[in-house]
């Protein structure tokens, strides 16, 4: 328990750092727009119900790619475009360091959805959002082919991981901070 307690701020370190080198480095708009109109399509064309879970939306943050790896330490780093109404409104990045039984690298797609118009406006005006300390979201892992059931959906926030490539054990978005890039 003590090592636990002398690698927790290495961590929280290790990802601050990343949050702010990441957006230091961060892709262009133009990039992120193309990446997210991808992710978008793939979404729609493979899993079933997709269209009506967007129609539903509020707003959508997506996330085209995050890059995790691990080994017992780990991190997460990505970019993306939180999208109302069909147009990209804000960038994003999302990151997060993990300690636990973890090994490998993986890629995934992840875009989080506002069902409730309330929880878009809560994190449009936070600073830096965690998910599982600012807010609750619900993850739904789902693989091509896979089906949603809009009707079903009754919490505000809902996340969608999709096209996992890579092996990793330990999928979970708990403590993922989320912090705006291109504040222009």
């Known amino acids: ?53 967007l129609s539903k939306a509020s707003g959508v943050l997506v996330f085209p790619s995050v ?15 939180l999208r109302i109404g069909g147009q990209s409104v804000a ?15 993986q890629e995934r797609r992840q875009m989080i959805v506002f069902l409730d118009p309330q929880a878009l406006e809560k994190f449009r005006k936070s600073q830096g959002w965690e998910i599982g300390v600012d807010a609750s979201v619900t993850v739904v892992t789902l693989d091509a082919g896979g089906s949603i059931d809009a009707t079903l959906l009754s919490q505000p926030i809902v996340a969608f991981v999709f096209d996992g490539r890579g092996l990793m054990y330990n999928l979970s978005l708990e403590g993922s901070k989320i912090s705006r890039i291109h504040n222009d």
């Open 1 to 53: 328990m003590t090592g636990i307690r002398l690698i927790r701020p290495f961590l929280v370190l290790l990802a601050a750092f990343a949050a702010v080198q990441g957006a230091a480095n961060a892709a262009s708009k133009e990039k992120i727009d193309r990446r997210t109109d991808r992710a978008l399509a793939e979404f729609r064309d493979t899993i079933s119900g997709a269209d009506a879970v």
């Open 91 to 105: 960038y994003y990045s999302t990151a997060a360091a993990s300690i636990g039984f973890q090994l490998g690298a």
């Open 67 to 81: 890059k995790k790896a691990g080994i017992g330490i780990g991190g997460e780093y990505g970019e993306g475009a």
